[in-house]
């Protein structure tokens, strides 16, 4: 069984300021990690997604994240965010092998102000 | 290429009724998930179908709960009776058989149990 923990329920920053969004995950098989962002009454929208190879992803709207194997970690960040990435983000797991549901965590509210 | 479709995108029902919610999976997905977000936290799956067959409905409360993808292709998910803890947000998600296993999301269906 996978768990994902997304450590920060609330990340307040202001606009055009750095900004990292932290998951922690647990699992005994290999994983492929995932980063969603979620607009209010909207669905979930890729951002990034880690697959193998390079452990540091690019995704949409400058996003990026670095995989840590030995942390088992996979920390969001963007150098500059702006007002419309205000948004509820979350990690989430899937593993390696079979066509499986995703494992997601609680979330993190990203809220950035003028 | 449309993405998942869903509807209602909204319902408000009284406890004890029943209520169903459809999704129509990405043209050639064979694999097709129902989640369950509840306010303030992350999705959960309740099942997942693989064609018209059953992969996992671990956590799917099969006292009220039930699904069905007839033909393989669209998919209904139904509550009868609802109860107040029932209120939330029901993602439909596909998955193609090829590569690796990224989900696209529907706009999803806000359930309010009064």
């Known amino acids: 069984a996978q768990s994902v923990t997304q450590l920060d329920s609330q990340v307040p920053v202001f606009e055009e300021a750095p900004v990292e969004l932290r998951c922690n995950y647990s699992s005994s098989v290999s994983v492929y990690l995932f980063w969603y962002v979620q607009y209010p009454n909207q669905g979930l929208q890729l951002l990034l997604k880690y697959l193998s190879g390079s452990t540091l992803v690019k995704g949409i709207n400058g996003f990026e994240a670095e995989f840590n194997k030995s942390q088992t970690s996979f920390h969001l960040r963007k150098p500059s965010v702006h007002i419309s990435d205000t948004a509820e983000y979350f990690c989430?797991?899937?593993?390696?092998?079979?066509?499986?549901?995703?494992?997601f965590g609680s979330g993190t509210r990203l809220q950035v102000q003028p | 290429e449309a993405g998942v479709a869903q509807s209602p995108r909204y319902k408000i029902i009284e406890k004890r009724q029943s209520v169903a919610f459809w999704c129509n999976p990405i043209s050639g997905h064979a694999t097709l998930y129902w989640y369950q977000q509840i306010l303030g936290q992350g999705p959960k799956l309740l099942i997942q179908f693989q064609n018209n067959g059953v992969v996992d409905d671990s956590q799917l409360p099969k006292d009220r709960f039930s699904a069905e993808r007839l033909k393989g292709v669209d998919s209904t998910l139904k509550i009868q009776p609802a109860k107040l803890e029932d209120s939330a947000v029901y993602l439909c998600?596909?998955?193609?058989?090829?590569?690796?296993?990224?989900?696209?999301f529907g706009p999803g269906t806000r359930l309010t149990v009064l």
């Open positions: 989430a797991v899937t593993p390696y092998t079979g066509r499986r549901a995703l494992t």
């Open positions: 998600a596909s998955s193609s058989d090829r590569g690796n296993n990224e989900q696209f």
